[in-house]
């Protein structure tokens, strides 16, 4: 009962409506870089989720610790941690129903988060081979950035084990819609849990675009450029804030934890359950952009249904055109690297 209004509070309103089943499946989720900024709070908040019933957590140093700690809150699901020494990565994806993966290297000031492809681009191919291997069937939510790239990687991977499965891998964007919700009700002096903002493209500056004007709102001049460049930007604020010591980490696991649930939820039988997510999508696939954001109803199979982008006005139409090429050469970049180093 505790974790369950613990979630409730965490989530919001919108979730809140929803947060009634009683967890009755087992449900294995797998997190890999747990020990990491994102990792830890995410980890928690995972603990804190009835839905969860066993919680696996890797990294390639700590996660035993962090598994140890969270394993004393005084919740039923059981907590274990791997690390690449013992029991390892295989033992901890075995049966993952999920699988979070936040392990790579953040931004620093004045890094933009294609400048973190090199590093994390190897790691997000080893962990996609490792997870392909021991769960297949898993849903992947990649949180790794540049996660315009990261999910292809991912799929290229699967592809080449045999195993791809386009409904259950995920880049998780949750995180600009949360910004882009909390922005407005700061602006507009309304309840952010009762905000929810579409937000289409990818997930890295000019590729995030919020569609305002699906929620009832006209913005103009110049508050209208600096609530885009917020939302498109709102990393660089959390960058800058902590002076080269991380990027998001705990708004992050709150996104990333509120995926998850969703997921859990519909996975579990509840319908109707929506959420922007990066996939394998048709809808730009004509003009070479074969992953998209956009939202994407759950279901027990993973991706049910992807909701068309839907009615924009000329200028959020004018952002969606320039997503679109970025989004175009970050994705052939992802298929490149990884055919080359796989
Ligand atoms: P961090 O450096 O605090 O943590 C990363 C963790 O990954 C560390 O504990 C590290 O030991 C682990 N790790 C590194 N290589 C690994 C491997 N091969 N296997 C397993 N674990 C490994 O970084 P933080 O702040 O947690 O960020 C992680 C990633 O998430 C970054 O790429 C960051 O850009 C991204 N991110 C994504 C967001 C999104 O909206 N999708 C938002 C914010 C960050």
Known sequence: FAARQA????????QRRT???TASNATKVAVLGAAGGIGQPLSLLLKLNPRVTELALYDIKGAPGVAADISHINTKSTVKGYEPSGAGIKECLTGAEIVLIPAGVPRKPGMTRDDLFNTNASIVRDLAKAAADAC???????IANPVNSTVPITAEVFKSKGVYNPKRLFGVTTLDVVRASRFISQLKSTDPATENITV???HSGATIVPLLSQAGYTLEGAE????IKRVQFGGDEVVQAKGGAGSATLSMAMAGARFAESLLKAAQGQSGVVEPTYVDSPLYKDQGVTYFASQVELGPNGVEKIHPVGEMSEFEQGLLEVCLKDLKSNIEKGEKWVKENM
Not at 136 to 142: D, G, K, M, R, S
Not at 224 to 227: A, G, L, M, P, T
């Open 136 to 142: 297949p069937e898993a849903n992947i939510l990649v």
């Open 224 to 227: 209208r450029d600096e609530y």
């Open 19 to 21: 947060f009634s089943a």
């Open 7 to 14: 979630s409730k509070s965490v989530f919001g309103a919108v």
């Open 200 to 202: 289409v493209g990818g």
